[in-house]
């Protein structure tokens, strides 16, 4: 699955940044392996776009399990006066149940980061950080789309019994461990566009011009359903007449 829309967002805005840059004087070697590197990229993008069904279908699996398993469970969840923040805790669990929807969508393309991490894994640029960033971006992928799914009920019963002041060690280790690769990830491969602007050749732009299309196919086709999920699970744990957050 394509990130989510603020990831995803910012990965097209990186590939777009790179495309008026005017290409600089770089060794046919740089330039062949930032072409194979452009050329994995599109492949990856390409087949998640074509995976987009299959991640929108575990994402829905996902919210029957939450909808059997523990319908109502944040019913009695507080809800913020006006003007007020939802409390750290209240962020926390929502960020859990939304990081874990993606997850599971992410899980169905582990097969996809896997080709592109053995596509790119033996690329070297004279720039020896190139490789490196490429080494972090597409492990950290693979990492990242095979973190197992937190007990979801469990977790959410954990913060109602603590009167929702505190999560349960658990989340806060399936975040913990979530952000540092998505951070790692995204920041990776902005370093990674950055860099490959200098060997960029005119046939490579129009790659890099072709990534941004799927990217944004792929971000207009999946948003509204995501979204439309996200709120079906919302309606499971809080139950249909519970108040929206002010």
Known sequence: MVPSGARAAALIAVVTLALPTAATQASSGDTSVTQAYLQAYLGQARAEVKDLAAGLAAMEALRGQLQRECPGVLAREPTPSAGQKPSESAIEISDEVQDAL???????????????????????????????????????????????????????????????????????????????????????????????????????????????????????????????????????LQGPTAAPAS
Do not use: N
Request: include cysteine.
């Open 102 to 236: 993606f997850g599971v969508a992410q899980r169905t393309e582990s097969l996809v980061h896997r080709q592109f991490a053995h596509s790119v894994e033996r690329l070297r640029w004279s720039d020896r950080s190139l490789a490196r960033l490429v080494h972090v971006y597409a492990i950290g992928e693979v990492e990242q789309a095979e973190i197992p799914t937190p007990d979801l009920c469990a977790d959410m019963r954990a913060w109602v019994a603590s009167d929702f002041q505190g999560v349960s060690a658990t989340t806060a280790a399936y975040l913990g461990r979530e952000s540092m690769l998505s951070s790692r990830t995204a920041s990776a491969q902005e370093a990674i566009m950055h860099k490959l602007k200098r060997y960029q050749s005119p046939a490579d732009k129009r790659i890099a011009r072709r990534i941004a299309e799927a990217e944004k196919q792929a971000l207009a086709t999946v948003l509204p359903k995501v979204l439309a999920i996200i709120a079906k699970v919302g309606e499971a």
